[in-house]
């Protein structure tokens, strides 16, 4: 008589990718304080997973392990636990559902590559389909404009043109792959501290407070800002090299201004042969293009031996959103 077999482990595991923006073009700051975005996102392969279990009714925990684990709050603000308990108020039925959640880190925390986003939109999916819930892409991508400004696109993946807040995402057409390699930092960047020092720059630049004051409300009158359509041009054909030229990131002085240091890593990229080099998101990880992956493996070794980062990684972009992987 055969044996029995074990039993099947209850969950659901999800894998969500990293991003990069390409392009990250900001307004000035809006009523309500977030500032207006033209953005292209890229995700990347390198992903956190997200496992989610049933637990008793109404019960929600979250454990953190692998890099930056340490630095992941476990409290009710974690990012994972504030999406499937969202979820649930929306679509369970009164105080019925529960979860454990188990979060894999890969991506570094407060690194400008939207690690907190991912495990956000990884809980999303992860719950949705261990909770049998009848809820499609559409649905969950509401929630996750909720949850935050890259919620969306982790969801979604790819290549994609983001606008709002960075929440409205869409596709865009962008041919052939590319080879990232990912510089990380030794401190991470406060994304709101980020922003706070561009407004402040912007301030300073047009000429002190008053006059700062004066640029931005004139600002809020002004265009809307918009991806550079080199970029989009690059990307249209599939040319690295006229990608790596067009890379923008109105954060990066910012950045810059919170962390010197990076201002050498991004020299060094480029003079290690990158074609392009520019700070993720709001910073600290330092992104260059490289023509191969060949050129992107000489890169790693070259800026690992620099040694003026915490790591290096190589990934490639681009790649698909969240995904249930067992
Ligand atoms: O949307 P999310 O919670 O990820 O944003 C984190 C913080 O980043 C916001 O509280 C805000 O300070 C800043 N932010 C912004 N404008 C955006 C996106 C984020 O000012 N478009």
Redesign the pocket.
Known sequence: MASALPPEPVGVRVRAPAKINLALCVGP?RQD???P?ATVYQAVSLYDEVHAAWAEPDEYTVTVSGEGADLVPTDETNLALRAARLLARTYGEGDSLGAGLSIKKSIPVAGGLAGG?ANGAAALLACAVLWDLDVGLEELTVLAAQL???VPFALLGGTALGSG??EQVVPVLARGGYHWVLAFGHHGLS??AV?RRHDQMGARKAGGAAAGKLSQEMAGQARAPEVPPALMNALRVGDPSAVGAALVNDLQPAALDLQPRLRQVLEAGVEYGALGALVSGSGPTCAFLAASEAAAVDLSVALSADGQCRAVRRATGPVTGARVIG
Do not use: F
Request: charged letters at 15%.
């Open positions: 700051p304080g977030y500032h975005l986003s935050g400004s890259d807040r960075g994304t709101p922003y």
